[in-house]
């Protein structure tokens, strides 16, 4: 579906598929992310969250490595251990984008590649975006006050280069091509991981019936959403703010018959 | 091999809290009382009460004075405040908000202007009556502001959201009325101030009851909690006083309006907090979208 907001001459899609069960928490990703758009730092905490000293996306971190360290028994075995769960995290490029559709000076735009993209020389730092994402992905850069966040490689598509991440990962983890390619590479994915008896796998994102109407990174996860820190009924707020507005009319009403009602006597 | 249960991701936020700083529940406020003041000060005017009309029409001059700085110094980017009016977009409350306001405050300030110096009151007279027909824009679209995010203390209390703040900017609209006009003129601002709070206090109250368990939470616990809490007494103490002892003395009229302001302003000050609250609580995100998702019954997520 081509959203209101898309391009004027429609091209393929390009995505991601972030195929989650063939990560191997190397976080080329995340490095090869940094170096290539030079994104600052973003400090050097000890998080003390198993191998994950990054902690999530943020305006500095574009893409993140979760670790998830669950503890497993193996009853043929008769031991008990952990499994591991490593995903690399990403801007979901949304159909329906809310902080594309939240800003204000239209400095979040839809591409040619129907990716979702700030433009820095215009963004004026309302914020409005930030608590706007389902996913909490876009935030503010403290030092210069703008939003940032993945632009699923801009610079690099317009030259016929695949996104950085996707070019350091070396399991092919992270995957990139036109969205209909993906998805149906996934499918398959997805049925000989059941098939080998992996009935948690899961696509998460790839169905456009969702609350955001399909992700354009969309995922291959191994346990429920929430596991990995992402929400599992995501909903572009949008959908709502025609009911919103209608309450507003009912309280501006609401407003002026009050005003009305106690100046019906003149003192 | 089955994994154990762990909910959410080491117990991290799933969302982004707000970047806004006081500046924004403090507009909340002085846009409340600029735009409630507007529509009180033209039906006074309509009803030839003189004394009220003014001083409303003042208020509403001094909101929208102390709103452009407020809403500028809040930006990441001051310098670029005015890429606000770059675009109309009706799906950002904000930028419908920009643009009203961009039409509210010439409005309130001419309606003023005109009133004090008897200069061109036919274009004072339609001043007033476009600021009389935005002010509840004014007033209101704040709430659909801040319930147009992922955030669910403010997204899911959108229905009750819009009558908080009408009545929170009814009630501090009045109090200044009542502050700034002799009690013999001040009756239609007590009655306000009467309904306003009425307004406000109810659809606290709603939303409180209303909202799923795991979202309320900052409501009624904690710092929002308590913010919510004084903001009640104060703006219940503020409308009984208002329509006792208010109507006779001055002084008395002087304390209920104080109170009535300080109540609509610990009421923004409340939901503000509750959504930043909200945000860094994973449960208040994951938990319901569970329910819904298993409630489904569907696989997938
Ligand atoms: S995931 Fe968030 S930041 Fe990315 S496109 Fe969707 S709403 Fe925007």
């Known amino acids: 579906m081509r959203h209101p907001a898309g391009p004027a001459t429609p091209m393929t899609r390009m995505g991601f598929f972030t195929d989650t069960s063939i990560c191997i928490g190397c976080k080329a990703c995340e490095v090869a992310c940094k170096e290539w758009n030079d994104v600052p730092d973003d400090g050097f905490d000890f998080l003390a969250t198993s191998y994950d000293n990054t902690g999530g996306l943020s305006a500095d971190t574009w893409r993140h490595v979760a670790f998830v360290e669950q503890p497993v028994s193996v009853p043929a075995l008769g031991e008990n251990g952990i499994r591991w769960l ?61 939003v940032w966040k993945c632009t699923l490689c801009y610079d690099r598509l317009k030259s016929d280069l695949e996104p ?86 009912g309280a501006a009403l609401a407003l002026v018959g009050a005003v009305a009602a106690a100046c019906a006597r003149q003192r | 091999m089955r994994p154990t249960k762990v909910t959410g991701y080491y117990g991290r936020p799933v969302l982004k809290a707000p970047v806004w700083k006081s500046a924004i529940p403090l507009y909340f406020f002085t846009g409340g009382v600029a735009g409630a003041s507007s529509t009180l000060a033209f039906a006074a005017g309509l009803r030839g009460n003189r004394r009220l009309a003014r001083s409303a029409m003042l208020a509403s001059v001094a909101g929208v004075a102390a709103s452009g700085p407020l809403l500028v110094i809040d930006l990441g980017k001051p310098s670029r405040f005015l890429n606000m009016l770059r675009v109309a977009k009706p ?91 002799p009690v013999a003129d001040a009756g239609p601002a007590r009655r306000l101030a009467m309904m306003g709070a009425a307004l406000e206090l109810g659809a606290f109250r709603a939303m409180e009851s209303r909202l799923d368990e795991a979202v309320a939470g900052p409501y009624m616990h904690g710092r929002a909690g308590r913010l919510a809490k004084a903001a009640e007494a104060c703006s219940a103490t503020g409308a009984v006083l208002a329509v006792t002892a208010g109507r006779r003395r001055r002084r008395a009229a002087v304390t209920a309006g104080a109170l009535l302001c300080a109540g609509s302003l610990l009421t923004r000050f409340s939901v503000f907090r509750a959504g930043i609250e909200s945000a860094a609580d994973p449960a208040a995100t994951i938990d319901p979208q569970r329910r819904r998702v298993d409630g489904r019954g569907t696989v997938g997520a």
Not at chain 1, 224 to 246: A, C, F, Q
């Open chain 1, 86 to 146: 490593m995903s690399s995290d990403v801007c979901k490029h949304c159909t329906h984008a809310a902080c594309l559709e939240v800003c204000p000076t239209g400095a979040l735009f839809r591409t040619e590649f129907d990716t979702v993209v700030v433009q820095q020389d215009i963004c004026n730092g309302c914020g409005y975006c930030v608590p706007a994402c389902p996913f909490g992905v876009i935030d503010e850069r403290e030092s210069d006050g703008r």
């Open chain 2, 91 to 181: 799906t950002s409350p904000m930028s419908v908000g920009s643009w009203v306001l961009t039409a509210f405050a010439p409005a309130s300030m001419a309606a003023a202007a005109s009133d004090v110096t008897g200069r061109l009151p036919r274009l004072g007279r339609v001043a007033a009556g476009a600021g009389a027909v935005l002010g509840p824009v004014v007033a209101t679209y704040t709430a659909v502001l801040v319930a147009n995010t992922a955030i669910p203390a403010w997204h899911d209390a959108h229905r009750e959201l819009p009558f908080l703040f009408v009545g929170s900017a009814a009630a501090s609209a009045a109090g200044i009325a009542m502050i700034a006009t």
């Open chain 1, 164 to 249: 950085a991440c996707a070019k350091a990962c070396p399991t092919k983890s992270i995957q990139f091509g036109p969205l209909d390619e993906l998805r149906a590479r996934a499918a398959g994915r997805l049925g000989a991981l059941r098939e080998a008896g992996v009935a948690d796998a899961r696509l998460y994102g790839a169905d456009e019936t969702d609350g955001v109407g399909g992700f354009g990174a969309f995922f291959l996860l191994l346990d429920k959403p929430e596991v990995y820190g992402l929400p599992p009924d995501p909903v572009v707020t949008t959908r709502d703010l025609p009911r919103m507005w209608r309450a507003a009319a």
